[in-house]
């Protein structure tokens, strides 16, 4: 049964502090991924909402007190919206699942990982106060006061597949620096994202810092091109990425891309398989395989192949496909009909280039836009399964010989975002994971730190968040170079 939530039909943006109607007449539809059914929609912003948003963000950069506060005041704020967040955290999660499939048992961590996110970055406001003086190398006497400025209006642009957190590790930094911002969620899940809208509002947040624009893929186009932009952030496809990459290099924009991967499990000789299966979910086939990082490859030994397949088959198979409303699902469906026609066309074209189906393999008969969690075995590098992003409940079964050649296939793709080594040997597994050409690599299990950067690596993105690193890229730096007595 699906919960009655407050946001379904709506008219409006946020723009400058207030709900505001929309100037379009074109709206997008909000569809149901498990029922296929339509249950919401939104306004499709027209030019003039679009400079009507980027206009009050820039007032409030320009002369709003948000710039002019302390690092520690803004922290404050954080921190109250992280609050105001977690108690919005049950209409949150069910919000979610009716926009994407996620299941509950995903969603319902939402709110608390995206107020941890904001908690850390307010952490981080010592960082932004304590003066940075460095002295001149050669010159006695003489040094620089490093300053660091927030780095104006940003343009945060967010995927479907985590609608709230993938925006949260944008918006924390840039609120902590003193930055403004224009968020564009993607346009099949834009009403969770209202939430935090109401959290950043209710913690007081001065108008115009934070803006909301909805709308299809022509407004995130028109974000990154527009001349108040100062900064992009953008989760999402490789192909995407590359074209706001191109755009930013054009307008000398900075951005920061977070793309696809196809990230590589390569599994020792001595792995721990039962301990494996326990991570294996969370690890390679996480939010219905709709996950950037995970690694949907998996590197088996020739040795034990067959046990790693037996292993891997039994664990997916074994937990339950259904409703997303079922809090003992684990698996959902697809997230819209594009994706789930894709993912079909990755299956029908693995079976004609000799992969074996071990569990699943096929479209769940009925409504909604299920595909049955799938295991492909005997899969080779050259099979498009195993060389392109699936973003799907697919995980592919690769055989190695030796370790040298298990760590050169994993690094025989175009990306480098995600990558796991399991061992029950910690130093084997790390001299492996030192050698694989990747942003991030597990141990036996893998997670996200908010303390520790994150970022692609060749097709992967440009850039990271996460940690000082991400905040980083929220700020534009200037040195004031003066000599004598430094005492302030």
Known sequence: MRPTLPWTHVDDHYIDGAWTVSAATARTDVVDPATEEVWGSVPDASDADLDSAMHAADRAFREGKWPRLTPSQRAEHLSRMADELERRSDLLAATISRENGSPLAETRGAAANAASILRYFAGLAPYLENDDVRPFPYTPGAESVVRRDPIGVCALIAPWNFPINLVVIKLAPALLAGCTVVVKPASGTPLSIRFVIEAAAAAGIPPGVVNLLTGTNRIGDALVRHPLTAKVAFTGSTPVGRKIAAACGELLRPVTLELGGK?????????????????????????????????????????????????????????????????????????????????????????????????????????????????????????????????GPVITILRYDSVDEAIALANNTGFGLGGLVFSVDQAAALAVAERMDTGSVGINFFASNHNSPFGGRHDSGLGVEYGIEGLSAYITYKSIHRKGDSTE
């Open 263 to 391: 990230s590589s499990a390569i599994v020792l000789p001595d792995a721990d398989l039962e301990a494996m299966s326990a991570n294996l979910i969370r690890s390679c086939m996480r939010n219905t395989g709709q996950t950037c990082y995970i690694s949907t490859r998996i590197l088996a030994p020739a040795e034990r192949y067959d046990e790693v397949v037996d292993m891997v088959t039994r664990t997916i198979a074994d937990a339950k496909q259904g409703d997303p409303f079922d809090t003992d699902s684990v698996f959902g469906p697809v997230a819209n009909r594009s994706q789930y026609d894709i993912v079909l066309s990755f299956l029908e074209s693995a079976r004609a280039e000799g992969a074996r189906v071990t569990t699943g393999g096929c479209a769940r008969p009925g409504k909604g836009f299920f595909i049955e969690p799938t295991v492909l075995a005997d899969v080779t590098p050259q099979m498009r399964v195993s060389r392109e992003e699936i973003f």
